[in-house]
């Protein structure tokens, strides 16, 4: 009698396990062609709990990583909450593609930010992790030239941990001293700062952050009472240390760095302002897309009339840089000198 029963359970543990196998492998086989696995529809097909459904698709999650750490190819299944079920993201849809490398690789090197040494490992890093072996050379061969010829930010500094850790502060609302070096008269100052955003612009990075107004008044701060935060270079920052003390800014009055970025030019702080003025230059595509708040008001044979709102001072550095191509306008349409 044992004996049968012991035969009638073996067999019944084999139906399930070759139940469960045909379960795992039917879900999975949907997984690859695209369809969408609801639990609650696959555990009334296949007679069992939603529990069950869960452990075939964590058992398919680990097959995918084990295979994805012997061919390097990371399929995932995730959950969509639009669709309300798990389906597959194929590994073309979240690699770089070889030219998505390239460009990057081309970008990191021209924005010249980095120390030599530290731009060599991030370019090598780009290259093995996002690119097949078997197109690596091709890559390292159109940066190689340059790379070699690769010039390093005049300051030396390696500053991407404290950018880390400035990002955190920001994250968390949490301010930050800091002991930083003004180029205006070669001193090193102390600050107490709210942290609201990181930029890059022009070779550098740049700490946005808001400061006490006693300070300003104690440095001479040309614009005082202003809703906009004071710019500091990350790698003049010579030390800092995150404080426990929090902030918090009201949302309606929160800063976003996109529409700031937008008006600012080389990252030189002041007031909002509306510049006018005639390009007679040859693209005026660039100047729209070096002032992205720009519109052309009118034009004719000669140029176009182009008005701005801009943020702080650089917008004069940049519009000298243009030489004859531009003259600036007051708001009756007239030059000036």
Not at 232 to 242: A, L, S
Not at 282 to 304: C, F, H, K, N, S
Request: net charge neutral; proline share 2%; glycine share 6%.
């Amino acid at each position: 009698m044992e004996c049968f029963i012991c035969s009638v359970r073996e067999k019944a543990m084999e139906e399930a396990k070759r139940d469960k196998v045909e379960r795992v492998l039917s879900i999975y086989t949907k997984l690859l062609n695209g369809y969408v696995i609801n639990k609650a529809n696959e555990a009334g097909k296949y007679g069992v709990n939603e529990r069950s459904i869960q452990r075939d698709i964590d058992e398919i999650r680990n097959f995918l990583d084990e295979d994805t750490e012997g061919t390097g190819a990371a399929n995932l299944v995730i959950y969509d909450r639009a669709r309300k079920g798990y389906r597959l993201e194929h590994a073309d849809k979240i690699k770089l593609k070889d030219s998505e490398v390239l460009a990057l690789c081309k970008i990191l090197l021209d924005s010249r930010a980095f120390v030599r040494e530290e731009m060599t490992d991030m370019l090598e890093r780009l290259v093995v992790c996002c690119v097949p072996e078997s197109n690596q050379k091709l890559v390292r061969d159109l940066i190689r030239n340059e790379e070699f010829h690769y010039v390093e930010p005049r300051h030396g500094t390696r500053f991407m941990d404290t950018m880390w850790d400035i990002g955190q502060a920001i994250r968390e609302c949490r301010q930050i001293e800091m002991d930083y070096y003004r180029m205006k008269d070669k001193a090193v100052v102390s600050r107490k700062v709210k942290p609201v955003a990181i930029m890059f612009s022009e070779f550098y990075f740049y700490l946005t952050a808001f400061i006490d107004e006693k300070d300003k008044v104690r440095d001479d701060f040309d614009v005082l009472n202003d809703s906009f935060p004071t710019i500091y270079r990350i790698d003049r920052i010579r030390k800092m240390k995150v404080l426990n003390e929090k902030f918090h800014i009201p949302y309606h009055s929160r800063f976003e760095e996109g529409e700031f970025r937008k008006r600012i030019q080389f990252m030189y702080g002041g007031k909002i302002q509306r510049v006018k003025f005639y390009y007679s230059g040859q693209d005026v595509d660039a100047v729209l897309d070096r002032l992205p708040t720009a519109v052309i008001l009118d034009e004719d044979a000669g140029g176009y009339v182009i008005q701005a709102e801009v943020f702080g001072k650089g917008i004069d550095m940049w519009l000298r840089s243009q030489g004859d191509n531009v003259k600036i306008m007051d708001e009756r349409g007239g030059y000036l000198l």
